[in-house]
């Protein structure tokens, strides 16, 4: 595992553009005498394993794709691409499932039904690759699916995930103010775009303290205001640009409703043209309450009470909620930080890296998770 993740990391490929990555893992997967199946929603593939006896079709997924991040560590194993990165992990999740593909062929015989160990392209760029996937089958027959992200804000050695909603939905908006430019010095010729803008800011922090349920958790940020270009000018344009993040859709759609109101009336009141872009992005990860359980049962007879923890809500967004949305299942974070071997670092942080006996861990779940399954046939009563 380490050796693959050690060459994937230094060959990272762009979401949509993994051309070279498929190809190699299709190169490692021709060897374990499994099936395999190419150019899966663009750059995907599906490796499957059936056993001589009658079960369920369990699916393990993995993403492939990195960032356009340009790596600075220092290391042999460093990105050999300007300015592209395995900034999240998904190398070391693509060696991870390549060592459960190379269990499975040793223990072929073992299997009740059929592994399908899904590689996916995009996770990284909506609309992202887990519906194109889906749209080409990847989840026709399935019963379960689970996936892991080693992630360094936890310690190695730990696992955690939660029943219901885990990771949140994320949409992405564009917000263009066009007012009047004029002269610093005359204000009153002028329709002030960064003074708009501005009140703009303010308003929309009245929707999470005014508008959203307390009970309901969401975030709405500004991350970016740009306008102007020196100090005797007033701005004619000023462009917002800002993510919403939620947990359940009644809450999402009243933020978007809530936000065009704002963008319209604020607009409005101070004589000003806008255009308003909303970019839909990924929904919850809401994992299945008894699949849920199942990794808390599981992980316990694996690792140890102590190392499995019930999470918090996470405000970052995954695709792996699509496949949640057809089929029972869960999302699981195995520990991979480690200061002491320079895994203190956030992901999508240029200095990134992972504790790589994480990996190890997370073989050993995602087997036991759906070797579980397999054996009781169904989720457990929740």
Known sequence: MIDWRRHLHQYPELSFHERVTSSWIANQLSDLDCEVRTGVGGHGLIAVFRGDKPGPTVALRADIDALPIQDEKICDYASKVPNVMHACGHDAHTSTLLAIASYYSVNRAGISGERRLLFQPAEEVTPGGALPMINDGALDGVDAIYGVHLWTPLAHGLIASKAGPFMSAADEFVIDIIGRGGHGGLPHQATDAIMIGSTLVQAVQSIVSRNVNPLHPAVVTIGSFQAGSTNNIIAERCRLKGTVR???????????????????????????????????????????????????????????????????????????????????????????????????????????????????????????????????????SS
């Open 246 to 380: 939620t947990f359940d859709e009644k809450t999402r759609k009243m933020i978007h409703e809530r936000l065009e109101s704002l963008v319209t009336h604020v607009c409005q009141m101070h004589d000003a043209e806008f255009d308003y872009q909303m970019r839909i992005g990924y929904p919850a990860v809401v994992n299945d309450e008894g699949e849920a359980e199942r990794f808390f049962r599981v992980g316990e007879q694996l690792f140890g009470e102590a190392a499995v923890i019930r999470s918090e809500a996470i405000t970052v967004a995954e695709d792996f909620s699509y496949y949640l949305e057809k089929v029972r299942g869960c999302f699981m974070f195995v520990g991979a930080g480690n200061e002491n071997c320079g895994a203190a670092y956030s992901h999508h942080h240029p200095k990134f890296d992972i504790d790589e006996r994480a990996m190890l861990r997370a073989a050993r779940l995602l087997i036991g998770m759906a070797e579980d399954y397999a054996a009781s046939g169904s989720a457990p």
